[in-house]
Each structure stands twice: as C-alpha cells, then as structure tokens.
C-alpha cells in the first residue's frame, strides 16, 4: 500500500513539476515577447510624414507618404524608396531628442 500512495504521490510531483515549468516559461519567455511585439506595432502606427527613419537594413531616410502597410522614404540625393513599415526599426526624430 505505501508503495502505491508513493508512486502516487511521485506522479504527482512530476505534474506539479512540468506545470510550473510551464508557468515560468510563459513569464519570461513568452509575455516579453508579446510586449515587445505591441511595443512594436504601437511605434509602426504613430510614424508620420516628415519622421526621419532607420530601417531593418541600415538605409536613412524621411518618411515622405504613408500607406497601410508601405511607407514612402526620401533619401540622400532625393531618391524615393518604397519599404514594408515592419522594415522600420528605428526613429531618428525622437531618438536624438533624448
């Protein structure tokens, strides 16, 4: 009889055991990834014309038009490239004023 309440119990605390590493896998891996990726799309939804813009690929520019999902730059010697906004990883207007 112990040995059965024993192997019990064992299983028991392998359940226990996979839950929480479960748990704490969804903590710190799983919900900073989704904060990150908010953060993200926040930042693509408040670009605006005139914003100087760094992309994925190192390319500087000014957005000149905005559309859904595409983004108009200008860059040195007036070329105009049009970009995927997910390209976009950084803004240079509000990165220089902090």
Known sequence: MQHLLLAINQGTMNL??????FVVMYFFMILPQMKKGKAQKKFWNELKKGDHIVT???????????????VIIEVEGGVKLKIEKSSISLEL???TQK
């Open 56 to 70: 994925s690929g190192g390319i500087h520019g000014k957005i000149v038009e905005l559309k859904d999902t595409t």
């Open 16 to 21: 226990v055991m996979i839950l929480l590493m």
């Open 93 to 95: 207007s509000q990165a």
